[in-house]
C-alpha cells in the first residue's frame, strides 16, 4: 500500500514541477524577436515531460482506485475531498485532452489557463484530503472515554 502511495506522489510531483516549469519558460522566459515572441527552449521540453507524467499520474491514480477509494468510499471517509479531488483530475485529464487534440488557436489559451487554474487548485484539494484523511483515521484510532 506504501508503495502505491509513494508512486502517487511522485507522479504528481512530476506533474508539478512539470507544469510549473511550463508555467515560467511560457509566461516568464520567453523574450521578443524580430517577427515576435521567442519561445524558450524549456517550453516545449517541460510540455514533453508534463505529458510523460500524465502518463505515470494516470496510472498511480488509477492503481489507487480498486483499494484506497473503494475502501474509504464504503467505510464513509473522507468523501468530499475525495469526490473534489477526482473531479479536479478529470477535469484535467479532458482539459489536457482538448488542448492537445482538439482545441483551436482561439480556444487554446482559455482552455490552457482552466487547466493551470486546475492543476494548481489540485494541490489545495490533495493537501486537504491528505490532513482531513490523517484527522479521520486520528478520530477512529481515539480509544472511546466512557
Same mark, same amino acid.
Not at 14 to 17: H, N, R, Y
Given at each position: 500500500m506504501k508503495t502505491r502511495k509513494y508512486a502517487f506522489y511522485s507522479a504528481f510531483g512530476? &506533474?508539478?514541477?512539470t507544469g510549473l516549469l511550463w508555467l515560467v519558460a511560457h509566461y516568464l522566459l520567453r523574450t521578443s524577436g524580430e517577427f515576435g515572441d521567442v519561445i524558450h527552449p524549456l517550453e516545449p521540453l517541460s510540455l514533453k515531460l508534463h505529458g510523460a507524467a500524465m502518463m505515470y499520474a494516470l496510472f498511480t491514480a488509477g492503481a489507487m482506485m480498486p483499494g484506497h477509494a473503494h475502501l474509504h468510499w464504503r467505510n464513509q471517509r473522507n468523501r468530499l475531498? =475525495?469526490?473534489l479531488m477526482l473531479a479536479a483530475l478529470g477535469l484535467l485529464v479532458l482539459t489536457g485532452w482538448l488542448l492537445y487534440y482538439i482545441s483551436t488557436e482561439e480556444t487554446h489559451g482559455l482552455i490552457g489557463t482552466i487547466h493551470w487554474v486546475i492543476g494548481l487548485a489540485l494541490l489545495g484539494i490533495l493537501a486537504w484530503h491528505r490532513t482531513s =484523511? &490523517?484527522?479521520s483515521r486520528a478520530v477512529r484510532r481515539r480509544p472511546d472515554s466512557a
Open positions: 512530476l &506533474l508539478t514541477a475531498p =475525495g469526490v =484523511g &490523517l484527522a
